[in-house]
């Protein structure tokens, strides 16, 4: 039954991996582009990419210059140029000093500035037989969006997992947060850093517990590998 659970889990994850980005395109990964961070207007990513805001929101068909979301990618040098990699990644990685790439770092994950979801004692670690980490709290208490995204999954469909959030922050990396009490977050819906999107439950499990994983291209990877230390 176990392995039934998990084979729907990773079905899901593939479908949502498979998913467009915010702006509406096959979500692009690597060099030259870049992901809106809360803050962000066009023009101070131009700035920081030394772009015209207008070229930037021509590469990326944006009618208003003023309706990215946090969470969307962005072209950030002309199309077919191979210029932009050393300039992106020095930005991105000195706006988020705390971020400690993983063994096999992408753009994406030194460019995102991760935060822990919950408060709590870490009751278990990732490994190869245990795809996620589990923190233990009180019942209630606030879970938090990791890192700004998009809701891709929010509901109680796959047994075993009970309230079940999924968050796409990239085009490779999505949070996924099980076992809430309650659900805050509506799917589709854009979320900030540190924003409340679930209490903290038990379903589906016998303890109060958030579990938690970081997945890159539909594969977990162990979230102590890029967040900050606690």
């Not at 929010?154 to 075993?160: F, K």
């Not at 999924?166 to 009490?181: D, F, R």
């Not at 958030?210 to 594969?219: M, P, V």
């Amino acid at each position: 039954m176990q392995k039934i659970r998990l084979a729907v889990f990773g079905v899901l994850i593939a479908m949502i991996a498979a998913c467009s980005t915010p702006n509406g395109g096959t979500a692009p990964a690597g060099p030259g582009y870049y992901t809106v961070q809360k803050g962000d207007t066009l023009y101070s990513i131009g700035r920081k990419f030394n772009q015209s805001h207008r070229s930037i929101a021509s590469w990326n068909k944006l009618a208003d210059a003023n309706g990215i979301e946090v969470g969307q990618v962005l072209r950030v040098v002309p199309p077919g140029s191979a210029g932009g990699n050393a300039t992106e990644t020095k930005t991105r990685a000195a706006s988020t000093p705390s971020v400690t790439p993983s063994s096999s770092p992408k753009v994406e994950e030194t460019g995102i500035d991760w935060i822990w979801p919950t408060d709590g004692v870490k009751t278990a670690s990732f490994s190869a037989k245990k795809k996620g980490i589990e923190i233990a709290g009180q019942s209630g208490q606030p879970v938090l969006a990791a890192a700004s995204g998009k809701v891709m999954y929010a509901g109680s469909g796959i047994r075993g997992y009970g309230n079940l959030l999924i968050i796409k922050h990239t085009g490779s990396l999505l949070s996924v947060y099980a076992h809430n009490k309650v659900i805050l977050a509506k799917e589709g819906q854009m979320v900030s850093k540190g924003q409340q999107i679930a209490e903290m439950g038990k379903s589906d499990s016998s303890t109060v517990k958030l579990y938690f994983e970081i997945r890159r291209d539909g594969k977990p990877i162990d979230p102590a590998g890029i967040f900050p230390g606690r």
